[in-house]
């Protein structure tokens, strides 16, 4: 059973950079098939992708954050994180990290619990 559990802080102020890390146990992020996401919710809307880094280590973005967005890796801990910049008040969501077989999509077949995100000062 592969989970994955999202950690970071829950206030980050406008302009500064959102971090989140997500933590696999169960299976290995370095997979072939699997691409590790990052998909929010903002509160009242749907769900949006935002990005994936592949088992191979290649990444995707989503067009719309993509200047914003970077997904590494650290295969010793089994871990991938987003980092999101100058964020406004408009990336508060609720952040979910998953497990997908096709990017772009907000499909997945395992995801993290999830984790409040609120952007203010």
């Known amino acids: 059973q592969v989970q994955l559990q999202e950690s970071g802080p829950g206030l980050v102020k406008p302009s500064q950079t959102l971090s989140l890390t997500c933590t696999v146990s169960g299976g290995s992020i370095t997979t072939n098939y699997y691409y590790w996401s990052w998909i929010r919710q903002p509160p009242g809307k749907g769900l949006e992708w935002m990005g994936a880094?592949?088992?191979?280590?290649?990444?995707y973005y989503s067009p719309s954050l993509k200047k914003r967005t970077s997904i590494s890796r650290d295969t010793s801990k089994n871990q991938f994180t987003l980092q999101l910049s100058s964020v406004t008040p408009e990336d508060t969501a609720v952040y979910y990290c998953?497990?997908?077989?096709?990017?772009?999509?907000?499909?997945?077949?395992?995801r993290g619990q999830g984790t409040q995100v609120t952007v203010s000062s």
């Open positions: 880094i592949a088992g191979s280590g290649s990444t």
């Open positions: 998953a497990r997908a077989r096709r990017v772009p999509s907000t499909d997945y077949d395992y």
